[in-house]
């Protein structure tokens, strides 16, 4: 199949370079590949992944028929100051595919090399960053959330030398490229850098583009597109968040350059999921402040979209805001609406921040428990979550605002509340202590946790007997409390 280069883009394709500099070591690599993007997006049979020109086409060692490698200039907001120019500094672009659903995905190699966006970097990543956004992007897709997929991962034994913690320690490290798809990779940043360089027409050339490609229900001949265009955002940048809390993710690096025009999740990072609730969580050690923790993601997500659009005032409404409830109330089970919802939900949050109570398997177990006991307190063992729940004092309170809650609900029994709840609470996260144990094996040639997380992290909302043999629905180890992540990679 041949892809489409961006020879569309035309009036910006000045902003939008050429840079075919790839490092791929063709002596000694390991690939991973995503079936589901294979043969669903790509129409790719599962054979070809044993093709030698595949693999150097997802590598950088090659280009697809009919691809122009680009790279995109952006600007940003860096944990709340203006970072001037940016842009893609190890992701080449390659072109575009429409498959035979009409589905039309960009393909990026990121880690790739050197591009005119690099300034001071290499160009390249490193096998731990590549194998969390591999694992993550596939992970985030089947817990339902818009996000950016992955197609392969490729490791070399090509060195990349990186200060994990920016301490002066030095490492040497495997490169790594991988293989991504996204509707877009237009980012709030595409727009800043246009605006703050003054360049007008070509800010008014660029959204043009933007609306007709990607917002087609919007007419340009509105005199309103602009506004209308900006509203959309609003509304999906506010339900992208509301998905994130309700699944426990932290992105880690909330900056202008890293938020989707199309309202997916990209560019990740040191994100991480959360264990023990506590709505100040921040996964990147390079955060010192919090300003991207994990309660703060929706104040974070109104500040971009304020420079998105400086001179609209207060974006997320009331209906958009409650986008966040709705989530949440699913979660519980709750059908219909009813005054104290908001409630309810507010003071099981605050019951898991004083006991540190496990976020994801709290739900998932309540998605289990019955009725009966709940209301006797006969929380099995096996709930281990719950049973951190249990030795708060006021947990029995919320138990009976819960049980009344759920009578309310006529004509709905234990076993359909169960069912329901189970089909949105996940039993399995990309936790760190999990990505981080298929990395250490990974780094020995071992990737045989990486293909047992890509099989369970697809559907991660059904228990899976070597999911659970390997622990990942069990407390967390100790250690894992010990792992920090960053941004280098």
Known sequence: NTMKSYSKYNGIIKYITVPPQYFFCKCCFHICVFQDVLRNILDLNESVIQNEEFVLCVSGGKLFPGSIPLAHRYGGHQFGYWAGQLGDGRAHFLGEYTNRKGERWELQLKGSGKTPYSRSGDGRAVIRSSVREFLCSEAMHFLGVPTSRAL?????????????????????????????????????????????????DVLRTLLDFIIEEYFKSIAMNDPDKYVVFFSRVVNETAHLIAHWMSVGFAHGVCNTDNFSLLSITIDYGPFGFMESYDPNFVPNTSDDEGRYSIGAQANVGLFNLQKLLEALKPLLTSDQLSQFHELFKAKLGFLGNQETDSYV???????????????????????????????????????????????????????????????????????????????????????????ESAIRKAEKNDFSEVALLQKTLTEPFVEQEEAERAGYSSKPPSWAQQLRVSCSS
């Open 345 to 435: 939900i507010a003071f099981l949050l605050k019951l898991m921040e004083d006991t540190g109570a496990d976020f994801t398997m709290t739900f998932r177990q309540l998605s289990g428990v019955t009725m009966s006991q709940l209301q006797t307190g006969s929380i099995p063992p096996s709930m281990w979550a719950l049973s951190d729940l249990l030795s708060h004092e006021y947990f029995r309170d919320w138990v009976q605002l819960y049980l009344k809650r759920l009578s309310r609900m006529e004509s709905d029994s234990d076993a359909a509340r169960q069912h329901r709840m189970q089909g949105v609470n996940p039993r399995y996260v990309l936790r760190n202590w999990m990505a």
């Open 152 to 200: 392969s991962l490729v490791v070399s034994e090509e060195p990349v030398w990186r200060d994990l913690f920016y301490n002066g320690n030095v490492i040497k490290e495997r490169g790594a490229v991988v293989l991504r798809l996204a509707r877009s990779w237009f980012r709030i940043g595409s727009l800043e850098i246009l605006t703050r360089t003054g360049e007008l």
